[in-house]
């Protein structure tokens, strides 16, 4: 069974509840189907841990790294707006969802945030002990010149 990178009210937060009902209801009955919400959250969680199985051990224990959670909402975002019809540019999650997946697979594809996970470009969290340091940025003004106007090293 996929992990549940999404929950139904972490997608209520991010879309208007009126929206996510009409996504979700295909009956007419004004309620989002929660069946069919399940399926997204299992298709989701199936295309995250399709990737990223390729690098770590599965099922990720919780916390679950707030990266994989950003892209299991963009993703069932994406779906919910294709169930309904809405695709290529007409669906409005299509550019953040091709940015987590990436079009790799594609003649002159760039990889996706997904990709670059599995490759060990970008973390799954926080790195404390990076090998290269943060920039740091001098603020004060140097002195190159000493009280006798000799120069100082």
């Known amino acids: 069974m996929a992990t549940a ?4 009210d972490q997608i209520i937060a991010g ?7 009409q996504l979700l209801d295909d009956t007419g009955a004004g309620t989002p189907d929660m069946d069919i919400w399940q399926q997204i959250v299992a298709a989701v969680g199936q295309e995250i841990d399709g ?13 679950l790294p707030q990266v994989l959670l950003n892209a299991g909402f963009v ?6 707006y294709q169930r ?9 999650w299509l550019a953040r969802a091709t940015a987590v997946r ?4 594609q003649q002159g594809g760039q990889p996706g945030l997904l990709d670059k996970i599995v490759t ?3 973390p799954l969290s926080p790195d404390l002990n990076r090998k290269q340091p943060s920039a740091s940025v001098i603020t004060e003004r140097t002195r190159t010149h000493s009280a006798t106007g000799r120069l100082s090293i």
């Open 5 to 8: 990178y999404i929950t139904f």
């Open 15 to 21: 879309l208007p509840d009126e929206i996510t009902s």
């Open 51 to 63: 990737k990223i199985g390729q690098r770590y051990a599965l099922p990720l224990v919780d916390p």
């Open 75 to 80: 993703l069932a975002a994406e779906l919910l």
């Open 102 to 105: 990436g079009t790799a697979g």
């Open 120 to 122: 060990g470009e970008l």
């Open 84 to 92: 309904k019809g809405f695709f290529g540019d007409s669906n409005p």
